[in-house]
C-alpha cells in the first residue's frame, strides 16, 4: 500500500497545473487563426521582414484589445506583445522540432527556462555551455544527433530565443 500512496503522490506533483501567469497569451492568440500564426511564425523563424511587418498589424490589434482588458500601461503592452509573439513562434517551433524527434523540454531543461527558473537573456547569443547542454540533453534523450537535419538545429536555435524573449517579457507585467 505504501508503493500505491507514493505514486499517487508523485502523479500528483506530476500533474499539478503550471501557474497561471498574469500575462495570458492565449487571449491575443484565440483572435487570430491557426493560418495566421503558421505564417507569422515563418516569417519570424525565417527572418522575413516584410513579412513579419505586414503580419503584425492583425497582432497589434488582437494585443491592444488584450492588454486593454488586461489594464496594462504601454510599457507593459510592449511587454505582452513580445509575449504573445513569442508563444506563437514557440508553438510553431515546437510542432517542428517533434516532425524532427527532438522535445523542447530538453531545451527548456539545458537551458534553464520555466516558472521558477533563471531564463537566460541569449542576448548575446547562446554560449558554448549551453551548447553543449543542448546536446548532452539530446544525447541523454537518445537523440541520434547525426540524423538530426540542418533545419531542426536552426529551430533549436529559434526556440531557444523565443523562449528567452518570452521569459524575459514576463518578468516585465505585474
Known amino acids: 500500500m505504501k508503493i500505491k500512496s507514493r505514486l499517487l503522490a508523485a502523479a500528483t506533483l506530476v500533474l499539478a497545473p503550471l501557474p497561471v501567469l498574469a ?9 487570430t487563426t491557426p493560418e495566421y500564426r503558421t505564417e507569422l511564425a515563418i516569417a519570424m523563424t525565417q527572418g522575413d521582414d516584410a513579412a513579419r511587418k505586414r503580419l503584425e498589424g492583425t497582432l497589434n490589434d488582437a494585443v491592444a484589445v488584450c492588454a486593454k482588458e488586461a489594464g496594462y500601461n504601454e510599457a507593459q ?43 537566460p537573456t ?28 540542418q533545419q531542426a538545429w536552426e529551430h ?18 505585474p
Do not use: H, M
Request: charged share 20%; glycine share 6%.
Open 23 to 31: 500575462a495570458d497569451p492565449s487571449c491575443a492568440v484565440n483572435r
Open 156 to 173: 533549436v536555435g529559434a526556440y531557444a530565443a523565443a523562449t528567452a524573449i518570452y521569459w524575459q517579457a514576463i518578468r516585465k507585467l
Open 122 to 149: 541569449l542576448e548575446d547569443d547562446i554560449s558554448e555551455a549551453q551548447i553543449e547542454a543542448i546536446i548532452t540533453g539530446f544525447l541523454n534523450a537518445k537523440v541520434d544527433l547525426d540524423k538530426v537535419p
Open 77 to 119: 503592452n510592449l511587454a505582452y506583445f513580445d509575449i504573445v509573439l513569442s508563444e506563437i513562434s514557440r508553438g510553431w517551433l515546437i510542432a517542428e522540432l517533434a516532425k524532427a524527434g527532438l522535445a523542447n523540454t530538453v531545451i527548456d531543461k539545458a537551458l534553464d527556462f520555466g516558472p521558477g527558473r533563471t531564463n
